[in-house]
């Protein structure tokens, strides 16, 4: 039973479920020490706190939020991973990628707008650069996966009342280093790649990763007034 009450953050599990963000994230589990749990605790109270009675996001808002993050997903493994595991040279698929992965894209649904796009706590691009919601989130999620969480069971969605007046639903959800993406991410990278990377981003953050932290998240925004 979900106490209504609680922050206005919302986890759900990937069968669709709500949970409460305490019994989803924290549950005891291997690897998953003490101080991680209180830690994420109180990240998730002070990221709802404002909001004693929040309005639960709708579940067909959470499913376009991830169609909207799939279609994404797959079109950036088709041009980027695939292209490298095909052998083909890492600068050209930089190049093609940086194309698709630059900024916020928007969807027009059902007579309404979807934005969906990637950022991160360090990234590449400044068009991708975290807002406050979603650093707050992306905080929450990393302590989860360095405390031993399974990035794919992790997913938070929340109703947000902007300073503007306008209300939105919002989503977000990690995603994990893979190896191939360390080609461009990691801290063994080519030097004529690097180069290229320097050369069209020189306030780069998003180099010296590793498999499976954290590399940023997909977030997706849809107005609702």
Wanted: aromatic share 4%.
């Amino acid at each position: 039973m979900i106490d209504e009450t609680r922050p206005a953050v919302f986890v759900r599990s990937i069968d669709g479920e709500r949970r409460d963000p305490v019994s989803s994230i924290l549950s005891p589990g291997p690897g998953r020490g003490q101080i991680v749990r209180t830690a994420l605790l109180l990240l998730i109270a002070l990221t709802g706190a404002c909001d004693p009675n929040p309005s639960p996001p709708s579940p067909e808002d959470v499913l376009a939020a991830r169609q909207s993050a799939l279609r994404l997903d797959q079109e950036l493994h088709v041009m980027a991973l695939g292209s490298l595991e095909n052998g083909t040279d890492a600068r050209q698929v930089l190049t093609a990628y940086l194309t698709v992965i630059e900024g916020t894209h928007s969807i027009p649904a059902a007579g309404r707008r979807i934005d969906v796009g990637r950022t991160a706590l360090r990234v590449r691009n400044p068009a991708n650069a975290a807002d406050d919601w979603e650093r707050d989130k992306l905080e929450i999620f990393r302590f989860a996966m360095e405390g031993g969480v399974d990035p794919a069971t992790l997913e938070i969605s929340e109703i947000v009342d902007e300073a503007t007046g306008q209300r939105v639903f919002r989503w977000i959800k990690p995603v994990a280093m893979e190896e191939t993406c360390l080609t461009c991410h990691g801290d063994r990278i080519d030097p004529p790649l690097l180069d290229q990377i320097e050369e069209l981003y020189p306030a780069d953050e998003a180099t010296g990763y590793y498999s499976l932290e954290m590399g940023g998240a997909y977030s997706v925004r849809i107005p609702l007034n």
